[in-house]
C-alpha cells in the first residue's frame, strides 16, 4: 500500500511539472515607427536640420512623446496610426510660444498607409507593420517643405529612414 503512495505522489508530481510552461517575455515585440529625415533643398544629398521642431498629431492638444518637444534635429521617429487608414502631423518648424499662441510655420503632413498586423509571439502578441505609405503635404501659402520622398513603403522596423522631407 505505501509503495503505490510513492508511486501515486510521483505520478502527480510528473503531470505537474509537465503541465507547467515557461515564462513568456516579450523582448522584441514592439511596433515600429516612421523614421522621417530632412534633408537640405537645394544640395539634396546633404541632410538638414530643422530648427525648434514641434510635432503635434493633428487634433491632439500636446506633442508626440516620441520627440523631444521643440527640438532641433535632422530626423524624427513617429508613430503611425493602427485603428486608421492615415495619420496626420502639425510639423512647426521655428516653433515658438507668443502669449501662449504657436508663432511657428505650421506644415500639416498626412501619411496615408495600410496596416498590416504581425504575430510576434504568444508574449508579444501581435504588432503593426506599415505598406504602401504615402505622404501628402497640405499646401499653403507659407511652406517650409519644398518636397517629400519616399525611401521605402514599408515600414518593418524603426532602424532606417522611410521618408525624406527637402526643406
Known amino acids: ?16 511539472f509537465a503541465a507547467c510552461e515557461k515564462d513568456d517575455i516579450c ?4 511596433t515600429p515607427l516612421l523614421v522621417i529625415r530632412f534633408y537640405n533643398a537645394t544640395d539634396t544629398a546633404s541632410t538638414k536640420n530643422v530648427t525648434t521642431l514641434r510635432v503635434i498629431g493633428l487634433g491632439q492638444s500636446s506633442n508626440v512623446d516620441t ?3 521643440r527640438s532641433t534635429a535632422d ?3 513617429i508613430p503611425l ?8 502631423y502639425l510639423l512647426i518648424a521655428n ?8 508663432v511657428g510655420n505650421t506644415d500639416t503632413l498626412t501619411i496615408d498607409h495600410q496596416t498590416k498586423e504581425v504575430f510576434v509571439s504568444r508574449a508579444c502578441g501581435f504588432i503593426a507593420n506599415y505598406e504602401n505609405i504615402t505622404p501628402i503635404l497640405t499646401t499653403d501659402s507659407d511652406n517650409w517643405i519644398n518636397s ?3 525611401i521605402s513603403s514599408t515600414v518593418e522596423n524603426s ?7 527637402f526643406h
Open 95 to 102: 516653433s515658438a510660444d507668443e502669449d501662449e499662441v504657436e
Open 75 to 77: 530626423s524624427l521617429a
Open 27 to 30: 523582448v522584441d515585440g514592439d
Open 67 to 69: 520627440y523631444a518637444d
Open 81 to 88: 496610426r493602427s485603428d486608421s487608414p492615415s495619420t496626420s
Open 1 to 16: 500500500m505505501n509503495r503505490i503512495k510513492i508511486a501515486f505522489i510521483i505520478v502527480l508530481g510528473i503531470i505537474s
Open 159 to 165: 532602424e532606417t529612414a522611410h521618408v525624406k522631407i
Open 148 to 150: 517629400i520622398e519616399v
